[in-house]
C-alpha cells in the first residue's frame, strides 16, 4: 500500500463482476474512493457492502445500465457529487454474447453486444469528460481484449466491438490533448482471466473447468490464463499519475500471445 492512487474519485462500470472486484480492492488499498457501478443491483450492493468494512466513506454503489444514455447522466452526477469528484472513468463493462459463426448470428445478439460493448464507451466518454477536466489531471481507461487486436472464429460481435473500443480510445485520446485538456484515455486488452465471462467456454467443455482451461490455455506462451489482478495492477498504473505521459496507448495482458 504506497497511496499510488491517494485522492483520485473513479467510477468503474461492471464492478461487480470479476475484473471490477478486482481493479476496486486494489485502487481502493492504493487510496482511491469509488463509485461501483453495475446492473446487478444486488451483487453491486454487496460488493460496497463489504469494501466499506476495510475502506470507510471511499466506496458508493450505483445501478447502472452503460447501454441506456440516461443512467449514464443519472450516475455520473451523482457519483461525482458523493465523491467529490471525477477524476478516473473505468469502462469496464462488457459481455461476450452468443459465440456463432457468422450465418447463424443474429442481429439481436449483434446489436446487444455492440450497445454494451462500445455504445456504452461513447456515452461514458461524453458524459463524464466534462467532470474529467475539471478533475484533471484525469484518466479514461477503456477495457478492451485481445480479441479487439486478434479475431477468432464465432466472435464476430465481440471481436468488432472491442476492435472499436481499441480504435475509439485512440480518437479520445487525440480529442483531449488537442485542447489541452489534461485526460488522457487508454485501452487494456486482457487474454483469457479466470472470471464468470468464460463460462460459455465451460460449457462448451461439458462443464469440466480444468478442461476449460487447459484449452483456454494452449495458445499462451506463459502457460496458464491469468488472474484479475494482472488486470487490476495495469489499471492502477494507468489510473494513477505515474502514467502521467501516456495516452493513446494499448496494454495487452496476454501472458506473450500475441508476440506470436
Ligand atoms: N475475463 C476475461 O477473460 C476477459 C478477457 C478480455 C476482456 N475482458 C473484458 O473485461 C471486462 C470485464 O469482464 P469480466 O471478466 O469481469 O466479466 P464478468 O462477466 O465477470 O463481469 C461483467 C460485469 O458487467 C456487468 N454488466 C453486464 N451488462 C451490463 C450493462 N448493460 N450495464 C452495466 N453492467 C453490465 C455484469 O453484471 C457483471 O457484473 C469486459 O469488458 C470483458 O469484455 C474480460
Redesign the pocket.
Known amino acids: 500500500m504506497t497511496d499510488r492512487v491517494k485522492g483520485k474519485c473513479v467510477l468503474i462500470?461492471?464492478?461487480?463482476?470479476?475484473?471490477?472486484q478486482a481493479m476496486a480492492l486494489r485502487l481502493l488499498e492504493e487510496g482511491a474512493t469509488v463509485a461501483l457501478?453495475?446492473?446487478?443491483t444486488a451483487?453491486v450492493e454487496a460488493l460496497r457492502d463489504r469494501l466499506l468494512a476495510d475502506h470507510p466513506g471511499r466506496v458508493f454503489a450505483f445501478t447502472?445500465?452503460?447501454?441506456r444514455e440516461e443512467d449514464w447522466v443519472r450516475v455520473v452526477a451523482e457519483a461525482t457529487e458523493d465523491m467529490g469528484g471525477l477524476s478516473v472513468l473505468i469502462n469496464?463493462?462488457?459481455?461476450?454474447g452468443e459465440l456463432r459463426y457468422a450465418e447463424a448470428d443474429t442481429l439481436d445478439n449483434w446489436r446487444k453486444v455492440q450497445a454494451?460493448?462500445i455504445e456504452?464507451i461513447m456515452l461514458g466518454c461524453k458524459h463524464a469528460m466534462p467532470h474529467l477536466r475539471a478533475s484533471a489531471p484525469a484518466s479514461i481507461i477503456n477495457?478492451?481484449?485481445?480479441?479487439g487486436l486478434a479475431a477468432a472464429p464465432g466472435m464476430g460481435a465481440y471481436n468488432a466491438t472491442?476492435a472499436a473500443v481499441w480504435m475509439y480510445t485512440k480518437t479520445i485520446a487525440l480529442e483531449a490533448a488537442k485542447q489541452d485538456w489534461n485526460v488522457r484515455c487508454n485501452s487494456v486488452?486482457?487474454?483469457?482471466?479466470k472470471?464468470?465471462?468464460?463460462d460459455p467456454f465451460i460449457a462448451m467443455a461439458g462443464g469440466d473447468e480444468a478442461k476449460a482451461h487447459e484449452r483456454l490455455t494452449r495458445g499462451i506462451p506463459l502457460k496458464r490464463i491469468?488472474e484479475p489482478d494482472d488486470v487490476a495492477w495495469c489499471v492502477v498504473y494507468l489510473a494513477s499519475d505515474e502514467s502521467k505521459f501516456v495516452t493513446g496507448s494499448e496494454f495487452k495482458i496476454d501472458g506473450g500471445m500475441l508476440a506470436q
Not at 472470471?195 to 468464460?198: G, K, S
Open positions: 462500470t461492471g464492478a461487480a463482476g470479476g475484473l471490477g457501478t453495475d446492473l446487478d451483487a447502472h445500465d452503460v447501454a469496464n463493462a462488457g459481455i461476450g454494451v460493448n456504452s477495457i478492451s481484449s485481445v480479441a472491442k486488452h486482457p487474454v483469457f482471466i472470471t464468470p465471462i468464460l491469468g
